[in-house]
């Protein structure tokens, strides 16, 4: 059976058919502004339409469509809130509704860290009790427990990048508080770092320089390491995972800032809950678009339709 994924991120956007096995069919990407929702959803479905068209599929066949937000989503498909894409609460079933055919095609939602952390699962083994990461723009995370996906009371469990990781020097965060894991190891972060270092605009140039030996760049990524592995420490002593998969653009660059993150993270955690395997998952780039697939694949109560 082949479903319909969308990637739906803060900057761009991705769209595919996906089978049971994860393998991904005619995949579309386009950049598509966030500020007119409805503009962004309408964009997104269209590239799914377009998908179809070059597999040969009519879109009116596809029974399930499953979406990752980036940004906290709550049981009934409110988006809570997404700093990186820079909406407040409203909601998206109403808006992705008259893009789909009336027939009633499944749609299932799911923030974007917590469809990759159900992705892991099915499609790369990723085991019943771990922590996913994903370290981009901003830092999100999700938790798997007892092979259940963690929500919370209120949807919004496994905001690790929303975690206090700097008191003495807290840089301002997205979400309007100070001190964040996001705020001081996200590929923002980094870029930031690296212009006040003279280095260059962006993450990609600090990674750039210390792959090429530069000191400073490399204690820039060696101390961002070392925000994520406090962070994850405290995390770990909490959910006691197997496992704590990293994903996003900035684990391109593991190396760069594993050793930082594993000194820290080891060095804090309990000893107890110390049996962890740190590594970047093995989803790539189509992590959160296999995430809108696993979605549909209804094989637990973490599931959710509308």
């Known amino acids: 059976m082949l479903v319909g994924a969308i990637d739906c991120g803060g900057t761009k956007v ?110 790369a083994s990723g085991g019943d009790d771990f922590i996913w990461l994903t370290v981009s723009t901003g830092i999100g995370g999700a938790i798997v427990s007892g092979g259940h996906l963690l929500r919370g009371a209120t949807s919004c469990a496994g905001e690790i990048g929303h975690m206090k990781v700097e008191f003495d020097d807290p840089a301002p965060c997205g979400c309007g508080d100070c001190g964040c894991l996001e705020a001081h190891a996200s590929g923002t972060a980094i870029g930031r770092a690296s212009v006040a270092a003279g280095i260059g605009p962006d993450a990609l140039a600090c990674a750039k320089a210390a792959q090429m030996g530069d000191p400073v760049a490399q204690e820039i990524w060696q101390r961002a390491g070392g925000y994520i592995g406090r962070a994850l420490a405290a995390a770990a002593c909490v959910v006691n995972p197997r496992a704590i998969y990293l994903g996003g653009g900035v684990s391109s660059s593991f190396n760069l800032f594993s050793q930082g993150l594993k000194n820290a993270f080891f060095s804090a955690v309990l000893p107890q809950c110390a049996e962890v395997n740190i590594q970047p998952t093995r989803l790539g780039y189509n992590a959160s678009l296999l995430g809108a697939a696993a979605l549909c694949f209804r094989e637990s109560g973490a599931l959710r339709a509308s």
């Open 14 to 123: 991705l769209a595919a058919l996906v089978d049971e096995k994860g393998t991904v069919f005619a995949p579309q990407r386009a950049s598509i502004p966030t500020h007119d929702k409805a503009r962004y959803f309408g964009g997104a479905v269209s590239m799914l339409r377009d998908a179809c068209r070059e597999q040969g599929v009519a879109f009116e066949t596809i029974e399930r469509v499953g979406v990752s937000i980036p940004g906290m989503v709550d049981e009934t498909g409110l988006v809570l809130g997404s700093p990186s894409a820079g909406w407040s609460e409203f909601p998206v079933k109403p808006i992705l509704r008259p893009f789909l055919p009336d027939r009633g095609i499944q749609l299932f939602l799911e923030n974007d860290v917590n469809a990759c952390a159900l992705a892991e699962r099915r499609f």
